[in-house]
């Protein structure tokens, strides 16, 4: 399978049309604000989460609102206007922030998601545990009125480790891993992408 580094992956993103992907993530749960630390017995034990979804890349939240108040009639959400983000400054489809990339992504569908502690997935009382000290997400009050819910995430470009969009899929490996030419990207200047996805 040929390999893509966040680098490359953050230069084919950045400015691209809008297209489907399908990412898979891993997130490390130590990081901030991933777990509650009071009384948390998996602080520092390398838990990670792995989870597979996928959507667009390229919209505009508004247009995704828009479109969801449209199939559910109800009108007077048309020509909705997000408010300004709070954190990051955005360059073209992703966001920088304290040195670190995101890449803004209306998703539309979920692979699922495991919880792993040193190569070994976390099932029953245990998984319950982490889980109860992971904070609920919290849905905009702009979409109080939807029945159905938009989900518009900010994906860290350093959790991405295998995309498959253009109708292509690569691993995707940190800036500096040492990649076997004959499994590299070689054709990342040229490659085309699908024809842009409607939001």
Not at 52 to 72: I, K, S
Request: hydrophobic content about 30%; some cysteine.
């Amino acid at each position: 399978m040929p390999t893509l580094t966040h680098t490359q992956l953050r230069d084919r993103l950045q400015q691209a049309a809008c297209v489907a992907v399908s990412l898979d993530c891993v997130q490390n749960m130590d990081e901030k604000n991933r777990m509650r630390k009071t009384g948390n017995p998996f602080l520092g034990q390398g838990v990670e989460k792995e989870s597979t979804f996928g959507g667009l890349v390229g919209g505009r939240y508004a247009n995704f609102v828009d479109n969801q108040a449209g199939r559910e009639d109800k009108e007077d959400m048309m020509g909705f206007e997000p408010q300004p983000r709070k954190w990051g400054e955005r360059v073209g489809n992703l966001v920088t922030h304290k040195g670190k990339w995101y890449v803004e992504m209306g998703v539309k569908s979920h692979g699922g998601t495991r919880y792993v502690r040193n190569g070994v997935e976390l099932t029953g009382a245990d998984l319950d545990l982490l889980k109860s000290f992971i904070p609920e997400k919290k849905t905009a009050k702009t979409q109080d009125h939807l029945k159905t819910k938009v989900v518009w995430r900010d994906v860290g470009l350093d959790t991405i480790r295998r995309i498959r969009a253009w109708g292509q899929e690569w691993n995707v490996v940190p800036d500096g891993y040492k990649v076997d030419m004959e499994t590299s990207d070689e054709t990342s200047d040229t490659a085309t992408a699908d024809e842009p996805a409607t939001v």
